[in-house]
């Protein structure tokens, strides 16, 4: 079961790692080369910037691992956030002595892809899907 675990935790590694920033700019090349030099120069290096839409941030940090809206007296926000998922694992020794006089010992690792660390939050508004706000926890 163990080993599923680990598995598990490899598998979402390497696909939350398979898009790089020149893949989904080649992707999306015609509408890349309608951005300004500064929107470029952002978004080649993995950054945003106020005002930036929807298409430009995903051609920076990729999709969000989650969506979310929040509705209040001044509109609809949608919100973007950014997690980075790490498996958790522990590894743990252990050593036996028997009454026989035997000795054992052993060695074990543990662990589940379940340890997620928040490191983007993007705001988007309603009424013109842009970048309203974000922060940065890396």
């Not at 054992?104 to 508004?125: A, D, M, Y």
């Amino acid at each position: 079961m163990k080993i599923s675990h680990l598995l598990c935790a490899l598998a979402i590694v390497l696909i939350s790692g398979c898009s790089t920033t020149s893949q989904r700019i080649a992707a999306s090349g015609a509408q890349f080369n309608r951005y300004s030099a500064t929107e470029k120069r952002l978004i080649r290096s993995g950054q945003i910037a106020i005002g930036f839409d929807e298409d430009q941030v995903r051609m920076a940090l990729g999709d969000p691992s989650h969506i979310k809206s929040d509705t209040s007296s001044s509109g609809t926000r949608y919100i973007w956030e950014y997690h980075k998922i790490e498996p958790n694992y522990n590894i743990f020794n252990s050593i036996g002595i028997s009454s026989r006089g035997g000795v054992s010992g052993g060695i074990g690792i543990g662990g589940s892809p379940t340890h997620s660390e928040l490191r983007k939050h993007i705001v988007f508004e309603r009424s013109n899907q842009r970048v309203s706000d974000f922060q940065s926890f890396e």
